[in-house]
């Protein structure tokens, strides 16, 4: 019995020197600091990547200033938005802002190349002078939606202002 109880001891003091000598040491600071500005970073570009599908939205801001060339923001925004439209189809508007309409069809005729040389079938694809949440309702719409939506008309009140009567 006594030969049990000193090989339990013997066997729980080699466990626990095991455990002390194989124990995980901690990443040093600067590779953890890496590491939480990459995650941090990876997480912040997919925001944008979402947000530029969403709006699916090229404005004069995207191209060289005069020119149909893309700078820098424009080709990555194009490059995000070629990678979604190789499996999907969609529109994409090309805001004309103040251009001309020369410099407008030139910079839709490169936007188009661009897209087919990452790979886009552009038949897929409507381009458009569009706006990034689409065209919208008219005012009158929404109010018609309202109404409907909350079984009473518009009322105006003391300060002049629609609204809804509350009860």
């Known amino acids: 019995m006594r030969c049990i109880v000193l090989m339990m001891i013997a066997a729980m003091a080699m466990s626990v020197g095991a455990c002390k000598g194989t124990q995980s040491k901690q990443w040093p600071t600067q590779r953890r600091q890496v590491m939480n500005a990459w ?6 570009q997919d925001s944008i990547e979402a947000g530029i599908i969403s709006q699916h939205t ?14 820098e923001l ?26 001309s309409s020369d410099l407008y069809q030139a910079r839709i005729a490169m936007v188009s190349a ?26 009158d719409r929404v109010l018609y939606i309202l109404e409907e939506k909350f079984n009473e008309p518009l009322t105006e009140d003391t300060t ?3 609204s809804f009567e509350s009860e």
Request: aromatic fraction near 6%.
């Open 39 to 44: 995650t941090v970073n990876d997480y912040h």
């Open 58 to 71: 090229l404005y004069p801001h995207h191209f060289v200033a005069n020119s149909d060339a893309l700078n």
């Open 74 to 99: 424009g080709d990555r925004d194009v490059s995000v938005l070629a990678e979604h439209y190789r499996e999907n189809p969609g529109s994409l508007n090309v805001r004309r802002g103040g251009t």
């Open 114 to 139: 661009t897209l087919v040389e990452q790979g886009v079938d552009t038949d897929r694809v409507r381009m458009s002078d569009g706006q990034a949440g689409g065209d919208g309702i008219s005012s």
């Open 160 to 162: 002049g202002l629609t």
